[in-house]
């Protein structure tokens, strides 16, 4: 991306990170997910981490939270009358976000903080700090709390950082936050952060009640929490019972010595707090490394749907109080502290193209190639879009911001488009008037578009059976089941696309999951590296089986081109006249004219072009030449037709020794075959070679030729 193009695009997404924003903290709505938000923050983040000189004082990555509701007083968040900014965290959603978190730590502090090997928590020197301390990321709202001489004074919302609400009377009946602070060592005055939420158990009660008044049900917890703090009736916040959990006590600046004595840690502020009579969360704990970082957020992960109120990741901060304030702030957020978010639900991309995918009965679906996402912890690439009328509904243009939503194990599903994200050059899409597969005529049935042609799926459909099979790619655990479903969910168009395929795409699909779609996914990886005769043969020529493939693939190996890539075999039989072709061994005028029109048909050329550029390969040597790496060259100048069923081998097996002795094998009987071998139940080769007279071989004389 130039820099003209990430300018344009950090305008774009500054309007809308500024106006969900707006809506989220300062009106209580949402229009997108907080995923979906979280999503365009970080783009945003990225952004302007790559092109630092694009940031300005008005970006939402320097400001914390919205305008101040009116109707409360406004109250400045101060610490001993020293203004203390209550701030919110940068985001990470991976290991790798993780890392580079610590790095850019490390270089600002100049030395290193954690250690580079795994160990077990908390296995520290004696006397020595962990280095991190981990807590859920709670989805509620951020409260701070003045407490002097141990009795609460005031309580504000976080604001926009600088300047919050007092909403000292309604968070008063909440009972989990303490009137008058427990024990003797109570501070003269200390300032409490933490977080307002409400139980999923108390947000289900509340909503059934709303149900039986007949009333709008809530979206979410976090939103009852928001509004009902921000209740001018405190009675009304006190029949909604929020729960309250404390998180850090800040320091009245760098220098607070008395502060960083008493609490020299993140992990001996949760200490005073339960001393004190502060819920924390007792699952939280200090790491040593970022291992036990990573291993925490996946005990977290997989604990998620039995706590007891809405998490969303965790947050992680440097344990050492000094070290987390002299590493100060970046933009409006501690560089020394982090969310360490879950994999979002719903993410933001954009809709590279809009492609037609032809199903099993001929039905055309539009599917939108994405700029590939992790959402709900997957990678996804391409999302269905069903059909025109939805498109419509949707709004949808190629080049458009989408969001993506993947909620559990539900196939991936673009949701909504933000127009405001628009340049002006996206384009609009129209279904094909004919078809992409044989080019037959569209005809509308009902919301469905569909080929005229009756036979066009399942022509389709066994092309890709032919491409996956044992003998051409070998795709295992990719069979016609298997491909039908992509298929009918308009996952694949073609042959190339089944190499496109992500985890992501898959998992949804019923009967599937992250397991199953990571072995498939793998294996199509591993196949992207094929030998020359499987690629030949794949391809679905009229006429071309195993043995012409393998022919083809000989006289391709001794030109003068290479054949590492798709396109250098396109080259090659661009080249070749149906003269040259004929030439080759076992290839007469009707194959030969079947090759010839098969590499000069724009269909197919278009479709080599794409298995090239996604990434498909050639082993640079033929498979199964005419000599095989200094073995016996006993059957040179020999060719064997096989039929029937062998009792001591396979017929593979037997081509195999055939090759592995110098020998050929050819699909058909012709007066140039030196003999036929026939197994159990012989077919119609068998009848042609008496025809013919050529030698035929039973299995024993088959088996005594090969010692």
């Known amino acids: 991306m130039t820099k003209t193009e990430a300018k344009e695009r950090i305008e774009k997404l500054k309007k809308a990170v500024n106006r969900h924003r707006y809506l989220y903290h300062v009106l209580d709505k949402q229009e997108i997910s907080e995923g979906a938000l979280d999503a365009l923050k970080k783009e945003l983040f990225d952004l302007e981490q790559q092109f630092p000189e694009l940031v300005t004082p008005d970006s939402p990555t320097q400001r914390v939270g919205g305008k101040p509701l009116k109707g409360f007083l406004k109250v400045r968040h101060e610490v001993r009358g020293r203004a203390v900014r209550m701030n919110s965290l940068n985001d990470a959603f991976s290991e790798d976000d993780m890392r580079a978190w ?63 609400e007092d909403v000292t009377q309604n968070v008063k009946t909440i009972e989990a936050i303490p009137l008058r602070l427990e024990g003797e060592d109570v501070p003269d005055e200390v300032v409490i952060r933490g977080e307002a939420v409400l139980t999923k158990k108390e947000f289900a009660r509340i909503n059934r009640e709303q149900e039986k008044l007949g009333e709008k049900t809530y979206a979410n917890p976090r939103n009852i929490a928001a509004g009902s703090i921000r209740q001018l009736d405190p009675k009304i916040t006190a029949g909604r019972k929020l729960d309250f959990y404390a998180w850090g006590i800040p320091a009245a600046g760098e220098d607070d010595r008395g502060h960083f004595k008493r609490f020299p840690t993140h992990e001996s502020e949760y200490e005073a707090f339960r001393t004190w009579g502060f819920k924390t969360n007792g699952i939280g704990r200090a790491a040593r490394t970022l291992e036990d970082v990573f291993a925490f957020h996946e005990e977290v992960k997989k604990k998620r749907e039995h706590i007891a109120f809405e998490v969303d990741g965790i947050v992680v901060f440097v344990n050492d109080s000094a070290l987390f304030a002299r590493a100060g702030i970046i933009g409006k957020a501690p560089r020394a502290g982090i969310a360490y978010k879950f994999a979002a639900r719903e993410a933001t991309t954009v809709v590279e193209d ?62 909504k488009v933000l127009t ?73 168009t073609d042959a190339a696309d089944i190499f496109a395929l992500a985890e992501g795409d898959i998992a949804g699909l019923p009967q ?11 294996e199509i990886r591993e196949k992207k590296r094929t030998t020359l005769p499987r690629f030949l043969y794949a391809l679905g020529i ?115 020794k055939i090759r592995a002795l110098g020998g050929d094998v050819s699909e058909s009987v012709s007066k140039k075959t030196s003999y036929v071998v026939a197994g159990s139940e012989p077919g119609s080769k068998y009848e042609n070679a008496k025809r013919l007279g050529v030698i035929i071989l039973s299995e024993v004389e088959f088996l005594k030729l090969l010692t």
């Open 102 to 164: 610590v790095e850019r730590l490390e270089k600002y502090l100049g030395h290193e903080i954690s250690p580079r090997k795994s160990a077990p928590a908390l296995s520290l020197p004696k006397g020595k700090p962990a280095m991190f301390y981990c807590d859920l990321k709670m989805d509620g709202l951020a409260i701070e709390l003045v407490y002097r001489n141990g009795v609460l004074v005031r309580a504000a919302t976080r604001g926009d950082g600088e300047t919050g």
């Open 354 to 415: 809009i492609i037609v995918q032809v199903g099993r009965t001929g039905v055309l679906t539009p599917v939108a190639v994405m700029r590939p996402v992790n959402v709900g912890g997957t990678t996804v690439s391409r999302a269905t879009l069903h059909n025109a009328d939805e498109i419509g509904r949707l709004g949808l243009k190629i080049g458009d911001t989408v969001i993506i939503s993947r909620a559990g194990d539900v196939i991936p599903q673009v949701t």
């Open 420 to 492: 405001e994200l628009r340049t002006g050059k996206e384009k609009t899409f129209r279904m094909p008037a004919h078809c992409p597969v044989d080019g037959s005529p569209v005809v509308r049935d009902g919301v469905a578009y569909r080929c005229a042609s009756k036979t066009c799926g399942a022509k389709h459909r066994e092309q890709l059976y032919h491409f996956v099979s044992r003998l051409a790619f070998d795709i295992r655990g990719l069979g016609p089941q298997i491909i039908d479903r992509f298929l009918d969910e308009g996952l694949i």
């Open 512 to 522: 599937f999951g992250e397991k199953s779609a990571e072995n498939i996914v793998r």
């Open 542 to 656: 009229l006429h071309v089986g195993e043995e012409t493939a393998l022919a083809l693939a000989r006289t391709i190996h001794h030109s003068p081109l290479t054949t590492h890539q798709p396109n250098d075999v396109l080259k090659v039989f661009h080249k070749m006249s149906l003269e040259d072709l004929q030439k080759i061994p076992d290839i007469g005028p009707i194959v030969a004219e079947s090759i010839y029109q098969w590499f000069h048909e724009a269909r197919n050329e278009k479709l080599i072009e794409k298995l090239d550029a996604i990434g498909v390969r050639i082993k640079a040597s033929a498979e199964g030449g005419s000599s095989s790496g200094g073995q016996s060259s006993k059957l040179k100048a020999f060719t064997f037709v096989l039929t029937g069923t062998l009792a001591s081998m396979s017929r593979d097996e037997a081509k195999a």
